[in-house]
C-alpha cells in the first residue's frame, strides 16, 4: 500500500537535471553505483533503524516524466531538444540493493546501493535522501523513546507540530514499526490500518458548564471508551471529579478506561492521582500522560517513580527536536567498472560495491558488523543489504507493517543494552573488510 | 494555486473527532471562537512571519467528508449512526480573521482567529496549526538568513533534507517570501513558479577523465549559464582549472557564470578564489558556497571578510535546524457569547475576540503593538488581522506570491534594527488593551 503519493521526478535538485543534460549530449551512459549511508551520529545516538524503503520502490517504479512535467522543463529554456526528448521516454531501469525496513544498523554503513545508467541512478538522488531520511531519523527517535518507557505504552500525538503533511504521517508509520501502539492521526489509522487513540481537549471541558457535566457527557457517549483530560482547572479536583463520573458510570454498566495529564509535574501528580483511584477502589482506571514527552522526559519521570501507564509522545518525536536531520548522503562509487570516491575534506566517501556484514555473539547479540564488498563471501555473519529491485522492477512485494514491526522488535532485541542507553559514547563496532580496504588504496583518487 | 493537495478532514487527531460525536449527542451547537498563536519564542527569536494562509483558505472551503473517510469511521465502531450521518454533510460555515501572509508578528499576537460552530471549529485545529506551523517557522528562519547575508543572493538548497515532500515545497515557497531568489527544487519551480537555480556534483566531475573534462562538457552543454563545482579534489586548483576552461569559453562566445566552494574554510579559500579569477581579468565570475549554511554561519563567513556572492542555504534552513518547531496552539477563547479561558500551569490563554493593533513611530517604523478586542477603536493603529473567510467563502482571491514577497520585504524595513539581530535579548514591546485587560478580570474560570 501507497503510504503517500509518489512526488515525480520534478521532486529533484535542478542540478540532477542539468548533469543528466551534461551526461546525455557528451554520451555518457556508463553504468553507475551510488551509495547512501549516514556519515555521523547526531549527539548521542549510536544506532539507526532502516525505513522508508516502501515508498522508495513505489517511487522508482512508477517514475517517469508527464506531459505538464515536460512542457515545465521545456519552459525553463535549458534544455535541448533531444534531451528533452530522450526525458519523455525516461524509467527507472536499474538494480537496488537495500537493508529491510526495520534493520538496525550503524554510521558509514551503506543502507542502500543504486546500479543504474549514470543519468538514472543520479536522478534520483534527491528523492532518495529525502524519502529514506525522515523515516530512519523517526524510526530511530521513537525506537529510543520506546527503550526509555520500559514496556509502558506510547501513543503518537505529533500531527499538529510535524513539519508538513506527509511527514505526520511517516511519524505515524515509522513510530509504529519501532513499537508504538497507536497514533492520534486518523489518516494514518484509515491509510496504513494503525491503531488510532485520542481523549479530549481542554475545549471541551470548558464548552460545559462544570468539569463533572463534561465528563458525564463524554462518558454518554463513549461508555467504554472515555479518557478524561483532568487538568483543566486542577489536576487533583480533576481526578476527584473523575471517580465521581467513574462510579456513576459503572451502576450503568460502564467503566471509565482512565484520565490524561497534561500539565504540572508529573511525577508527583501521577503518584497523587493513582492513590486518589485506588483509595477510591478504581485501581484499573489507567493514567496517561502528554506534554513535552521525548527519550529523556520519559526516562526523568520513571525515574522519580511516576504512575504512568501510556505516554503521548508528541512534538519532540514528531520533528525528532533533539536531532532533526541527518547527515545522510548518496555518492557514486563505482563508475565504468572502476571503483571511485570522493576526497573533499572530511567528505571522504568509501569506494566499490559494497555489502554490510553483522558477526552474532554467542548468547545471539550483534557483536560486530563489517562492511564488504558486495560479491565477498564471510563465515558466521548475517548480509544486510538485498536485492530488492532488478532493472527497475521489484522483485517481492513489500512485506506488511505488522511484519516490519515484528522483525524491528526481534532485531531491537538483538542489539546489545549498552548501545540503547541515551548518552552511550562508545561506538558499535564497525570495521571494512580486507578486500574492502585494499579497493581504497589502489589508487582510484583521480 | 494550491501548492500542496488538501490532505481532508482526517488528518486530525481523533479526539477532535470524539469530542465532536460528545457535542453532537448532547446538542451543543453554539458558536465558539477559537484563537491560534506562538505562546514564546524560540532561543534567539524575536519575531515571526505570518505564512501557511494560503494552504489554510483552500483546505477550510474544501474540507468534506469523502465515502471512503465515511467507510473507515465506520469501520473503527467508535460513532453512532447518527453522528456519521451528519458528518457526511459537513462542511466548514465559520468566519476566519487571519493576518495576511508576510506580516511581521510576535509572540502571543493572534495570528488566525476562527469563530464557527463549535463541532467545525475544534475538528479544524489539528489541520490549521500543521499547515501553518512549519511555514511561519520556516518563513522566520529565512528572513533571519536575509538580514545576515546583507543583500548578497540566496537559493535554497534544502530539499535532500527536509522531512518529506511538502515541507520540501513549503521551504521553497517560504524562503523566497522571505526574500530568497531561487530554489534547487524543480517541483517548486513547476508549481510555484519560482526561479530555479542548479549547478553541479562532484559525481559530475569524477564521471569525466579529470576536472577540465568535466568542465569543459558542462560548458558545452550550458554555454551561458555553468557554474562550476571545484572542491572534489582541491579547491585552488579547481579555480585554476575554472579560469582555464572559462578562457576557452570566452573564445567560442560563451560565458561562465561562476564556480561552488562546498567544503573547507569558506572565508579563506572564497578570498584566494576571487584573487585567482581576478588576476586573471575574470573578475565578473561568482562565487557559490554552499556546506552548511544558515543565519549564524553566513554572518560568521562574511565578518571573516569571505568574498562569496550567493549561498546555497540547505539542510539547517529546511528543518529550522536550531528551532524545529514552535510552542502554536490553538485555544478556545469565547462561547456561547461569553469569554472563556483556560489556567492550567504555564498554559494560561487570553479570552476573548482580538485584534492586533500595530503603532509606529515618527520614522514610520514599528513602535509597539497592542493585543485589544475585535471591535476597539485606536487612533492611528493598523489593523493586522483581516477577515478573510465568511461563512466558510473566501472574501477575495489569495495575492500572488510575487505580491506577498514584495509585501514581507516592506514590512521588514520597517522592524527596528535591533530586533533582526541573532542574539537579541528585549522582547518587542507588546501590551493589551485595557478592554482587553478588563475582560481577563471578569470571573472566567468557571
Known amino acids: 500500500m501507497t503510504q503517500t ?5 520534478l521532486f529533484t535538485d535542478l542540478y540532477e537535471l542539468t548533469m543528466g543534460a ?50 515545465y522543463l521545456k519552459s525553463t529554456g535549458l534544455f535541448s531538444e533531444a534531451f528533452i526528448e530522450y526525458l519523455k521516454g525516461f524509467r ?4 537496488v540493493y537495500a537493508m529491510p525496513e526495520g534493520t538496525i544498523f550503524f554510521a558509514n554503513e551503506p543502507v542502500l546501493e543504486v546500479t543504474a545508467p549514470i543519468i538514472e541512478a543520479q536522478l534520483i538522488e534527491t528523492f532518495l535522501l529525502n524519502t529514506v531520511g525522515f523515516p530512519i531519523l523517526v524510526a530511530s527517535k521513537a525506537a529510543r523513546c520506546i527503550h526509555a518507557a520500559k514496556n509502558r505504552q506510547l501513543v503518537d500525538f505529533s500531527l499538529r507540530r510535524t513539519q508538513g503533511v506527509d511527514p505526520g504521517m511517516k511519524v505515524a508509520r515509522n513510530s509504529y514499526i519501532a513499537g508504538f501502539s497507536a497514533t492520534s492521526n486518523v489518516l494514518a489509522g484509515k491509510r496504513l490500518r494503525i491503531p488510532i487513540s485520542g481523549t479530549m481537549a481542554h ?10 457535566s463534561a465528563f458525564l457527557a463524554y462518558s454518554k457517549t463513549f461508555p467504554m ?15 476527584r471529579n473523575a471517580v465521581k463520573v467513574a462510579k456513576e458510570m459503572e451502576k450503568k454498566g460502564a467503566s471509565l478506561v482512565g484520565v490524561r495529564l497534561d500539565s504540572g509535574d508529573m511525577a508527583d501528580l501521577s503518584i497523587k492521582v493513582r492513590k486518589i483511584f485506588d483509595d477510591a477502589g478504581l485501581p484499573h482506571i489507567k493514567i496517561f500522560a502528554s506534554s513535552g514527552f521525548d527519550e529523556y522526559k520519559i526516562t526523568d519521570v520513571i525515574s522519580k517513580g511516576a504512575k504512568i501507564d ?20 548518496y555518492k557514486m562509487v563505482r563508475f565504468k567498472d572502476n571503483d571511485v570516491r570522493k576526497l573533499s575534506p572530511d567528505k571522504a566517501t568509501l569506494a566499490g560495491k559494497k555489502q554490510v556484514f553483522r558477526k552474532y555473539d554467542a548468547k545471539g547479540q550483534f557483536q560486530e558488523d563489517i562492511i564488504g564488498i558486495r560479491e565477498e563471501h564471510m563465515d558466521y555473519a548475517i548480509l544486510l543489504l538485498e536485492k530488492v529491485m532488478e532493472y527497475g522492477k521489484c522483485l517481492r512485494p513489500h512485506p506488511p ?40 588504496e589502489m589508487g582510484l583518487d583521480r
Open 92 to 95: 527507472f531501469s536499474g538494480n
Open 310 to 329: 501510556s505516554f503521548g509522545v508528541g512534538t519532540k518525536l514528531g520533528v525528532s527536536a533533539d536531532a532533526p536531520y541527518l547527515d545522510i548522503v
Open 22 to 71: 551534461g551526461y546525455y549530449e557528451h554520451k555518457v551512459f556508463s553504468e553507475a553505483t551510488f551509495s547512501l549511508f549516514i556519515r555521523n551520529y547526531p549527539l548521542g545516538r549510536r544506532y539507526f533503524v532502516a525505513a522508508g524503503l516502501e515508498d522508495v520502490l513505489n517511487g522508482l517504479s512508477d517514475l517517469h516524466f508527464s506531459e505538464s512535467d515536460i512542457a
Open 203 to 212: 475545549s471541551f471541558v470548558m464548552a460545559f458548564d462544570d468539569e463533572v
Open 401 to 440: 507493517l505488522e511484519i516490519i514491526r515484528t522483525q524491528f522488535s526481534e532485531n531491537f532485541e538483538l542489539l546489545p543494552e549498552t548501545y540503547k542507553s541515551l548518552d552511550h559514547q562508545q561506538p558499535y563496532p564497525v570495521s571494512l573488510s580486507k578486500r574492502l580496504s585494499d579497493i581504497q
Open 5 to 9: 503519493q509518489s512526488p515525480g521526478p
Open 225 to 239: 471508551n472515555s479518557v478524561f483530560l483532568i487538568d483543566t482547572y486542577d489536576t487533583l479536583k480533576g481526578a
